[in-house]
């Protein structure tokens, strides 16, 4: 087990558990800014438990696709892992889709 996995954070034009719509285009300049290494992968939006880091953030026509790691050292990161493993989770480590 290595942590790694890929999927949308975001898909643009559908309701979140939020009921908030991103729109295509609303990552663009953070993405360009900041890259993968300036986001922060938390836990619930919690700074106190950072759980991995994104190894590519890339905004496509679909939404935004991410790559990360999960650290399997932190016992927060293995849950989260599981249950990814498991299809129980289908939220984005950082608890919401952003």
Known sequence: MDGLFAGFASVFGVPDL?????????????????????????????PAEPIGRWLSLVEDARGLRVE?????????AREVDALMREGVSTVSPSGFAW
């Open 68 to 76: 990360g790691r999960l650290n399997l050292a932190v016992q927060r």
């Open 18 to 46: 939020g009921r908030d719509t991103v729109v295509a285009g609303a990552f663009a300049a953070s993405v360009a800014r900041r890259g993968a290494a300036g986001v922060r992968m938390l836990w619930q939006h919690d």
